[in-house]
């Protein structure tokens, strides 16, 4: 069984910082991409950044894009996002997602983390 556990979240101003972190565990699970993902109180949930795992590539939602970066550990299994210059409009839930080798689709979810940025 794979799981994913994040860390990090939590309530800061409007132009601070935080750094999330997810960890996959599981036996023989190996990982095509990881993402994250956020969801605000009365909207969809949508795209924030993802890592290819093999080579490293990055990909980002305008909205994050040069404030956001993802980083690894491969030996760990986890990927952070880091999260610069943040603004109200960032409050959300924050999840992080794999896509497991053999999946088209982001297959394995974390249990989402609270992030609060206040004005």
């Known amino acids: 069984q794979v799981q994913l556990v994040e860390s990090g979240g939590g309530l800061v101003q ?3 910082s935080l750094r999330l972190s997810c960890t996959a565990s599981g036996r023989t699970f190996s990982a ?3 993402g994250w993902f956020r969801q605000a109180p009365g ?8 890592m290819r795992w093999a080579g490293g590539t990055t990909y980002y939602a ?3 894009k040069d404030r956001f970066t993802i980083s690894r550990d491969k030996v760990k299994m986890t990927v952070h996002l880091q999260m610069n210059s943040l603004k109200p409009e960032d409050t959300a839930v924050y999840y992080c997602a794999a896509q497991q080798v053999g999946s088209q689709n982001y297959n394995h979810w974390g249990q989402g983390t609270q992030v609060t940025v206040s004005s």
């Open 14 to 16: 409007a132009g601070g």
């Open 32 to 34: 095509v991409a990881m």
């Open 43 to 50: 909207k969809e949930r949508e795209f924030v950044g993802s």
């Open 62 to 64: 305008d909205s994050v």
